[in-house]
Every structure is written in C-alpha cells, then in structure tokens.
C-alpha cells in the first residue's frame, strides 16, 4: 500500500462517506456540508498533487475512483434523510444520474474484472458541475446546474463505455474517446 499524499486524499474521501451518511442520519446539514466539500476538495486534490508530485499510479487511479463512487452513492442517501423533500421532487433526475454513473462501471467489470479508472475530460467538467449543482440543489433548492450534470454525466456515460468497448485492455487515465482510439 503506497502512502503518499494524494493517495491518503482518496483514502480521506472512503473514510469519510460513513460519517457523511451519520451527518444526513442525525440531521446535521452543517456537518453534511463540511465534509462534502472536504470530500470535494480532496477529489480536486489528489490527481493535481499526483500529476505536480510524479507520483500518479494505476493504485491511485484506483483509489480516486473508489473515493468517486462512496462519495456519489453516499451522497443521495444522506441528503434524502436530511432534506427528503427537495430529493423526492428531483427523484427522478437522482435515479438517473445514479443509473447513468453506475452503468459504465458496469461495462468495465463485465468486461475487464475491473472498474475503469479513465478520468476523461468530460468526465472532469460533469464533476464540477455535479459538486456545484448538488451544492446549489441542497443548499438552495436551484435545480437549472443540476439537470444540466445530469445531461453531461449522460455525455460521460456514453464516452466511458464506448471507450471500455474499443480498449483491447484496461487503462487508467484516457482524457477522451480520441485518446481511446489513438492508444488502439
């Protein structure tokens, strides 16, 4: 197990989705908020200190999209118990969106064993505008940034598993389904 800095960040996001549902259980919306952005922030983080440190691996790539999938799917349930009506008017846009992060992973387990760790441009920009339009959802109730990520983890989806289709095996980091096709 490699400790290094954005390693531990990716670890800090794991650790802290059990906490995260605690905070939406005993309805503390302030301490819900505090660790969603530190759990953000380490998203933001790590791949920027990997890349400016050199110390990128497949384990990192791995951990990274651990750390995405216990903070996207730890998300919903502790909003739900902290703010249950504004989830059951979006419902349907948070079904969605979890069905559409799901299914690439899907592909990839199906067809490499594994989860893909692509890290795509698109999959960059859905990311900031999902963080930004859950902030806006939660804290607001504005819901235009948050259907508008939903349309581009829709985009992602069909990017991730056209490139899990083309990949003879599995890669970490591909920024696009161009890269995808150049490293055939």
Request: net charge negative; proline share 4%.
């Amino acid at each position: 197990m490699s400790m290094n800095i954005p390693n531990l960040l990716s670890y800090f996001r794991i650790l802290s989705a059990p906490f995260l549902l605690l905070a939406g259980w005993f309805g503390m919306p302030d301490i819900f908020f505090i660790l969603f952005g530190l759990m953000l922030l380490s998203d933001v983080l790590d791949g920027f200190i990997a890349r400016m440190l050199d110390q990128t691996s497949p384990l990192g790539a791995r951990l990274d999209s651990y750390g995405d999938i216990v903070t996207y799917l730890s998300t919903p349930l502790a909003a739900w118990w902290l703010w249950p009506d504004v989830i059951k008017e979006e419902l349907y846009y948070i079904i969605a969106a979890i069905i559409i992060y799901v299914l690439p992973a899907f592909f990839s387990l199906v067809k490499f064993g594994k989860l893909a760790s692509y890290h795509t441009w698109i999959t960059k920009v859905s990311a900031v505008l999902m963080s930004i339009g859950v902030v806006l959802l939660l804290g607001f109730e504005y819901t235009l940034v948050f259907h508008i990520a939903v349309c581009f983890l829709l985009l992602e989806m069909v990017e991730n598993i056209a490139i899990t289709m083309i990949l003879p095996e599995q890669k970490s980091d591909i920024h696009s389904l161009w890269h995808a096709l150049k490293a055939k």
